[in-house]
């Protein structure tokens, strides 16, 4: 685990707390900050011996199946997240500075081109036209990815540094 990639996540993890109903977040985000932090730096020589076979874990599952799912539990629960801040943003603008909404709606677009082909076994209505109804997980030169279209793969890390902008730029308006 890169307990660097941990804490930074834990040092913006209270940047989204506007009400009361908004103090269970931080732990919320802290908890993909842990997820992150596993799966960030895994490469093919950490899925695969030096004859490219498989490895396993000391319980039979292949290690690439065991980061994988981490990695798509990991996006479906980055993007619930991102999902509601886009929502309580659209219901009470000023929650947040305009930049900061900027760069909610941009991270969103993002996860959804990844998450609705993984959970809804369709390609986002955005990209409908180019983008496959599966996205296809698998490790490639930046991680672990989704290959969401013939020229397009979406890798867990740039997901991941996507989120972190948003929740850097993420300040409440001024009054």
Same mark, same amino acid.
């Given at each position: 685990?890169?307990?660097?990639?941990?804490?930074?996540?834990?040092?913006?993890?209270?940047?989204?707390?506007?009400?009361?109903?908004?103090?269970?977040?931080?732990?919320?985000?802290?908890?993909?900050?842990?997820?992150?932090?596993?799966?960030?730096?895994?490469?093919?020589?950490?899925?695969?011996?030096?004859?490219?076979?498989?490895?396993?874990?000391?319980?039979?599952?292949?290690?690439?199946?065991?980061?994988?799912?981490?990695?798509?539990?990991?996006?479906?629960?980055?993007?619930?997240?991102?999902?509601?801040?886009?929502?309580?943003?659209?219901?009470?603008?000023?929650?947040? $500075?305009?930049?900061?909404? *900027? +760069?909610?709606? =941009?991270?969103?677009? /993002?996860?959804?081109?990844? #998450?609705?082909?993984?959970?809804?076994?369709?390609?986002?209505?955005?990209?409908?036209?180019?983008?496959?109804?599966?996205?296809?997980?698998?490790?490639?030169?930046?991680?672990?990815?989704?290959?969401?279209?013939?020229?397009?793969?979406?890798? $867990?890390?740039?997901?991941? *540094? +996507?989120?972190? =902008?948003?929740?850097? /730029?993420?300040?409440?308006? #001024?009054?």
């Amino acid at each position: 685990m890169d307990y660097t990639v941990y804490e930074k996540w834990v040092t913006k993890s209270f940047r989204w707390i506007r009400e009361e109903r908004d103090s269970h977040i931080p732990h919320h985000i802290q908890m993909l900050g842990i997820v992150d932090a596993e799966l960030r730096g895994v490469r093919a020589e950490d899925i695969f011996d030096s004859s490219g076979n498989p490895k396993e874990d000391p319980d039979g599952i292949l290690a690439l199946e065991r980061h994988q799912i981490k990695a798509h539990l990991w996006v479906l629960g980055a993007y619930e997240l991102v999902r509601m801040i886009s929502q309580r943003l659209r219901e009470n603008e000023s929650l947040a $500075q305009p930049q900061s909404i *900027e +760069k909610v709606t =941009e991270t969103k677009k /993002l996860f959804e081109r990844v #998450r609705i082909p993984m959970a809804k076994l369709e390609p986002s209505k955005r990209h409908g036209k180019t983008d496959f109804e599966v996205a296809y997980a698998g490790m490639g030169p930046k991680g672990l990815g989704w290959k969401v279209a013939p020229d397009t793969v979406i890798y $867990q890390e740039e997901l991941s *540094e +996507k989120l972190y =902008e948003m929740f850097i /730029l993420m300040w409440p308006r #001024r009054t």
